[in-house]
């Protein structure tokens, strides 16, 4: 039997703090909750530790991954909240959980982690305090659902929803992901056809040009020129092409490192025609489910905004949020500051409102969550639909203007030649 340290509330309100013992976590939430207390947090007392050659051993143990470079990946942390979840709601204690994923893993950093989780729990933390030394493969929304859940004793259901919310969120990604990749694989290919032209065939006709002396049209010379600048240039074009994307990205995380920058950079985003609809009609899911999933998790309002703001990803909303945030706390309410910073349609705002006036703002919001989340994939289908002919059009005019460049020279030529023949 261990000893649990706990703060309750009772039926009067008031809070109570004292020890209980209990075999496991559930069993000392059960029996403060048969004492008519509500647990908000329950906590192993700490008991002495180890020392001498047992410490050391232990230390030996320790694996090196969990402290390494890189994240672990959204797909395996979401496999892991699934089974994680489906083994506690078969009512296994959480330690064994561990180690029986622990397992199942194949070896790397979430192997490492969940091995230091389950050491830090069989040492008397709860799983919120073990995971949150893990920022690498838990995130702050994860460990605050997950001691919601310890607190609430309703732990396998806040995993279930957890482990929903990550996979709704894997769908529509797979799905964005999925309809940019035959538009991006076009262009790829289509651009290096054109790039070989330029470098290889465009000199060719140029040194034929050459050789008739003939005076070259316009759009012949300014062709020409573009080849010479791809193969002749200081740095050649070809390189400085072949390196745009990489100085593009590189100049995007050195805006993205200061919150002005982001700020500035999401607006832009927003203020793009189709694109900036999509990225905001995503954003206001994002925002939405995450929020109306800690809140149904029984996170407390003002911690759940600020938990919202962190990870929302963008940076218009996140400021949208601190007002929102400020306003709760000074005894107002969401919908009205969420109106004024106009990052949201009016039905966001009014089903925010209703969900406040009735007390089911969490299931408003996992609505609107629902709802944006079809219209981005909506729009994101219409985007590839009208991408698949604008592409086919922009590659006939670029490779029709090529063609034409290099033959109005020629017909100039057999022009000249039957003249004199004649």
Known sequence: MATYLYEAMNAAGQEVKAEIEAASTEEAISRIREQGLFPTKVKAKAGKKKTGSAEVAKAGKRPAGAGGFGKVSSKRLTQFTRQLATLQDAGLPI???????????????????????????????TLSEAMAKHPKAFDRLYTKMVA????????????????????????????????????AAVLTFAGGIVLFI???????????????GTTLPGPTQALINISNWLVKGTPPGWLVIISLPFIVMMALKLIKM?????????MIIM?????GSITQKNSVARFTRTLGTLINA?????EAINITKDTTGNEVFSRALVGVHDSIREGESFAEPLRASRVADSLVVNMVDVGEETGELDKMLMKVADNYDEEVETMVGSLV?????VLVIFLGLIVGSIVVALFLPMVKLIGSVTGGAN
């Open 271 to 275: 203020k793009i025609p189709i694109l």
């Open 298 to 302: 029984g996170v407390p309002i003002l």
């Open 198 to 212: 330029m470098i290889f065939v465009v000199p060719k006709f140029e040194q034929i040009f050459r050789d008739f």
């Open 258 to 266: 200061s919150e002005t920058g982001r700020y500035f950079l999401d």
């Open 385 to 389: 639909s009208l991408l698949e002919p």
């Open 148 to 183: 919601a859940g310890e607190a609430g004793g309703v732990l396998e259901t806040i995993l279930e929803r957890l482990a929903e919310f990550m996979e709704k969120a894997q769908r529509l990604k797979r799905k964005v992901v999925g309809a940019m990749v035959y538009p």
């Open 95 to 125: 330690l064994r959980s561990l180690r029986i994923l622990e397992q199942q893993q194949k070896p790397g950093l979430l192997r490492n982690v969940i091995q230091e989780v389950g050491e830090d729990v069989e040492g008397g933390a």
